[in-house]
C-alpha cells in the first residue's frame, strides 16, 4: 500500500497532501471535540485561513459541524475516521515504526496510536481499546488470572474496558500493594474498575508496597495475603506501565539519599520498584510485595501501556529488559524518541 501511495504521490502530489490533511483534521477533532477553529489550527501548527478551507469542505461534505462551542465530528465524520484509521497508520509510517522497535528489543508485538498522550488525553483512551482487543484476542477461553498495576495511564484503560467474559471468566487482582498514592490510581482500585467493566471479578492485596523487614514476614503469614499473593503468581496476563525514574521516586516518598542515589546512577525508568538507566541497567530496587520483574518471564500474556515524549528513555530502558512475549502499547511520540539514533 506504502508503494502505491508513492505512486499517486508522482501524479497528484497535491491530492495525496490535501487527504492527510484532512484526516489529520478529523483525527484532532474526534481528540478534542468540541474545538474552535484558533484552537485547531495552533495544534495543527497551521494558519487559521488555510485550516478554514479544510474544514469548510469537509463540512460541506458532511463530516463536521459547527456549534457555538466549536467543531466536532458528525455520525458519518467520526464513520469515516475510524474507517480509514488502518491505512492511515500505514501510509503514515506507524506499521513500520512498530516493525522497527519490535526488531530491536525482540519483543512480540508493539501497536503505535497517534499522536503524543502527554498533550492529547484522548491517546489512552485509545490504548484501552487496544488492550481490549489484545485480552479479547489472546485470553484463553477458561478462568484466568489478570494482574493490574497502578497509575494514571492504568486508571484510563481501565474506563475503556468493556466485557471480557465470553466462556470464560477473568479474575483481575493488584500486582503490588499500594504506594501511598491517590486511591483511584492505586492497583486496587483499577483492578476493581476493570474488573467491574469487562463483566470479571477481583480480590484486593490491603497491604502497602513497601515495608520494613520487620513488618514484611509477618504480612505474608496472613491468610488473605497469602491467598492473593498465589493468585498473582499463576497470572495469565499483566498489564503494567512504566514512568519516569524521578517521577516515581517522588511517588514513593522516597528519602533525599535515594532521591540523590537515583540522579547519580542516573535513574531515567521505573517499572515494578526496578528503576534503569539508558543503558537498560538495573540501578536500584524496592523491596516490595507482589509481582517482581523476573516473574513476567512465566506470563503468557505481557501487556505494557505507556506513551507521550516525555517517557521516550524511560521506555527504552525498560524494553531493553523486556520479556519477549512483551505486546507493546505506545504513540507515535514514545515510539519516535524510542528509536531516536536508532539505525537498523
Not at 495552533?42 to 457555538?68: F, H, I, Y
Not at 522497527?100 to 499522536?115: D, H, M, T, Y
Not at 530502558?317 to 536508532?342: F, M, S, W
Request: hydrophobic letters at 40%.
Amino acid at each position: 500500500m506504502e508503494h502505491e501511495w508513492k505512486l499517486l504521490e508522482k501524479i497528484a502530489p497535491d491530492w495525496t497532501k490535501t487527504v492527510l490533511e484532512r484526516y489529520k483534521i478529523l483525527r484532532y477533532l474526534f481528540w478534542m471535540q468540541p474545538v474552535g477553529r484558533r484552537t485547531l489550527a495552533e495544534k495543527l501548527g497551521v494558519s487559521e485561513r488555510s485550516l478554514r478551507t479544510d474544514t469548510d469542505a469537509l463540512r460541506n461534505q458532511g463530516l463536521l459541524v459547527v456549534s457555538k462551542s466549536g467543531m466536532g465530528l458528525t455520525k458519518e465524520g467520526l464513520k469515516t475516521f475510524q474507517g480509514l484509521e488502518s491505512l492511515m497508520d500505514a501510509l503514515g509510517g506507524r506499521n513500520q515504526l512498530e516493525r522497527k522497535i519490535e526488531n530491536l528489543f525482540g519483543i512480540e508485538e508493539c501497536f503505535i496510536v497517534a499522536g503524543n498522550s502527554d498533550t492529547e488525553k484522548k491517546v489512552v483512551a485509545e490504548f484501552g481499546k487496544v488492550v481490549q482487543q489484545l485480552l479479547d484476542q489472546h485470553l484463553p477461553h477458561k478462568n484466568n488470572i489478570i494482574s493490574v498495576m497502578g497509575g494514571t495511564t492504568m486508571a484510563t484503560v481501565a474506563e475503556n474496558l468493556q466485557n471480557l467474559e465470553h466462556d470464560r471468566h477473568n479474575a483481575f487482582v493488584p500486582a503490588r500493594g499500594g504506594i501511598g498514592e491517590m486511591v483511584d490510581v492505586q492497583a486496587n482500585t483499577i483492578s476493581s474498575v476493570m474488573a467491574k467493566r469487562s463483566g470479571g471479578s477481583y480480590r484486593a492485596l490491603y497491604v502497602p508496597e513497601q515495608v520494613s523487614p520487620e513488618t514484611y514476614k509477618p504480612l505474608l503469614q496472613e491468610p488473605m495475603v497469602q491467598e492473593v499473593l498465589k493468585m498473582i503468581e499463576k497470572s495469565d496476563a499483566v498489564i503494567y506501565s512504566v514512568g519516569k525514574a524521578m517521577h516515581m521516586a517522588a511517588r514513593r516518598k522516597m528519602s533525599v539519599e535515594e532521591l540523590s542515589m537515583l540522579k547519580a546512577k542516573n535513574a531515567v525508568g521505573e517499572t515494578f520498584g526496578y528503576f534503569f538507566d539508558e543503558n537498560g541497567q538495573v540501578v536500584y530496587k524496592i523491596p516490595r510485595i507482589g509481582l517482581q520483574l523476573r516473574d513476567l518471564e512465566n506470563i503468557p500474556l505481557v501487556i505494557a501501556v505507556v506513551g507521550g515524549k516525555s517517557k521516550g528513555k524511560a521506555v527504552k530502558a525498560y524494553l531493553k529488559n523486556a520479556p519477549k512475549q512483551t505486546r507493546l502499547i505506545t504513540d507515535e511520540a514514545c515510539a519516535n524518541e524510542i528509536l531516536k539514533g536508532v539505525t537498523l
